[in-house]
């Protein structure tokens, strides 16, 4: 269950859509009303896929007694509307739905008592909205499943708030990958790292981690990060799994304003369960700079030297085989202060 790697993150960043790309060759629009990411958070259209809470009003018919008095008697209707009602939240409840991935979460991380995570997917609405059905995580103990609400969050949420883009809550609607990972980085924290998407079209694919922190003393397991990158602009929010930046997580957004930089923005896992802004800085790397690595792979000599973790000299840090471009045909190297690989056709 715990790979090198989360496999899910080594096309991010590099993407228009979902075609695996560079950073490189993205078409700046010509539309002058082109807004800030502040903005179109505000003004973008919210998904179909909402986490609603459904209710059923049934009405009780009065009966009038000698004594004046009246209480509810029982119609057909009624008892119909009852039996709706609770076919219906049979249909609502989440581990009824198709399960798109399950973990044994006693045998991943050395629970004290038995846990599971079930993520399941609601069915795809087929009529006219053409709704995708949204995502559910249901961590199952001692038999009993708790499901409750992750929505996509608007920015960084750190300690299980809540922050969504709608009034509903617009929840996840696709699943990338599962990943465990045990006393990991200098926190030593135990976590389930979920990869999950939003999705609204071949411009609109938001993509990003949750992560569950276990805490053993309590037995229990909290929600301590969950964030989203627009994969369009190849922004990137990354769960580092190994090295000195292990458990921590990296975000790059692109700036929209000449020269066309990237912020970077480094969330340091400081204690097992808490996220900390440790980093945040204007990245060297600019849009159609000429590199075919990944943004975050191109400024990792850069976070490291903020963070102490690396000098000029030292050997440039590991980027995974399976993460560098095909476009990549030269040996990387330092240029500018990047890690950089010539971008070649």
């Excluded at 560079?22 to 998904?47: E, F, V, W, Y």
């Excluded at 590199?291 to 980027?319: C, F, H, Q």
Aim: aromatic share 8%.
């Amino acid at each position: 269950m715990t790979p090198a790697a989360l496999p899910a993150v080594r096309n991010a960043g590099r993407r228009r859509g979902m075609v695996p790309q560079s950073h490189q060759g993205m078409i700046r629009s010509s539309n002058t009303q082109d807004q800030p990411r502040s903005a179109r958070d505000k003004t973008r259209r919210p998904s179909n896929s909402v986490l609603k809470k459904r209710q059923f009003r049934v009405p009780l018919l009065a009966q009038a007694h000698d004594d004046g008095s009246s209480m509810p008697k029982f119609s057909a209707t009624m008892l119909a509307l009852v039996f709706l009602t609770a076919i219906r939240a049979e249909a609502d409840d989440p581990m009824s739905f198709g399960v798109v991935s399950k973990a044994d979460l006693t045998s991943a991380l050395n629970t004290a008592t038995k846990w599971n995570l079930v993520i399941t997917h609601e069915p795809d609405d087929s009529g006219i909205d053409g709704v995708v059905g949204s995502l559910h995580f249901c961590f199952v103990h001692n038999g009993k499943a708790a499901c409750p609400d992750v929505c996509m969050p608007s920015g960084v949420v750190l300690n299980n708030s809540r922050t969504c883009h709608s009034q509903n809550g617009t929840a996840y609607n696709a699943f990338e990958g599962l990943s465990s990972f045990q006393t990991v980085g200098k926190a030593k924290a135990n976590l389930i790292v979920a990869t999950v998407a939003w999705t609204g079209g071949a411009s609109a694919f938001w993509y990003g981690p949750v992560i569950w922190a276990y805490h053993r003393q309590s037995d229990s397991f909290e929600r301590i990060f969950s964030a989203v990158e627009n994969l369009s602009n190849n922004g990137e929010v990354r769960f580092i799994p190994a090295g000195p930046l292990a458990g921590d997580v990296v975000l790059n957004q692109l700036t929209y304003s000449w020269p066309y930089r990237y912020d970077i923005v480094v969330y340091g896992l400081l204690s097992p369960g808490r996220y900390v802004k440790v980093l945040d800085y204007n990245g060297n790397t600019t849009e159609g700079d000429g590199n075919s690595l990944s943004v975050i792979d191109a400024e990792m000599p850069e976070i490291e030297r903020r963070l102490g973790y690396w000098k000029t000299g030292d050997l440039l840090p590991t980027i995974p085989q399976a993460a560098i471009p095909s476009q990549c045909k030269t040996p990387i190297r330092l240029q500018k202060g990047l890690a950089w690989c010539d971008w070649s056709r």
